[in-house]
């Protein structure tokens, strides 16, 4: 056992446990978020993602010992309903989510590619989105929601 000191959504916190549980339990069970989702634990679908000093890295493989002093972002820390971030914003204007469950992966790596490259083109875009999984099939509303997302940020919107 271990303490791990970290920073989560702007908040200094702590975990007590085994430096090699993945960070998705920590942030789940021990911080009691309810994003990031489980979805595959192997890193394959996106639905645990967060940002990890501004990278979007798979939490599910991600041990709590690989975050210590640095900063987590998840998808509650992007934006709030107040404020949302624009990549937020575009999902609730062009009505992506059906299921919504894996919304969290799709949002949080978009947001990190639209802030290290703003202009992305469209193959661009579906490079950084490829490993994504959305077992509803609303890839076309969410390459809508990237593309506006874009337009908002490029228009002088926060990033």
Not at 1 to 13: G, K
Request: hydrophobic share 35%; net charge positive.
């Amino acid at each position: 056992m271990a303490t791990v000191e970290f920073t989560l959504d702007s908040q200094a916190v702590s975990v007590e446990g085994d430096p090699n549980m993945p960070l998705l339990y920590a942030i789940r069970n021990d911080l009691g978020r309810n994003n990031p989702h489980f979805g595959c634990g192997l890193a394959q679908c996106g639905a645990c993602t967060v940002h990890l000093d501004g990278v979007p890295l798979r939490s599910c493989v991600t041990p709590l010992s690989g975050v210590a002093g640095k900063k987590v972002t998840t998808i509650k820390g992007l934006g709030n309903p107040g404020k949302p971030h624009p990549i937020q914003q575009a999902y609730i204007e062009e009505q992506v989510p059906q299921c919504g469950y894996c919304v969290n992966g799709w949002i949080m790596t978009a947001a990190a590619l639209l802030h290290d490259n703003p202009h992305a083109n469209d193959a661009q875009i579906r490079d950084a989105l490829a490993g994504l999984k959305c077992r509803c099939g609303t890839h076309m509303s969410i390459m809508r929601a990237v593309k506006r997302a874009q337009q908002l940020i490029n228009a002088g919107g926060p990033s």
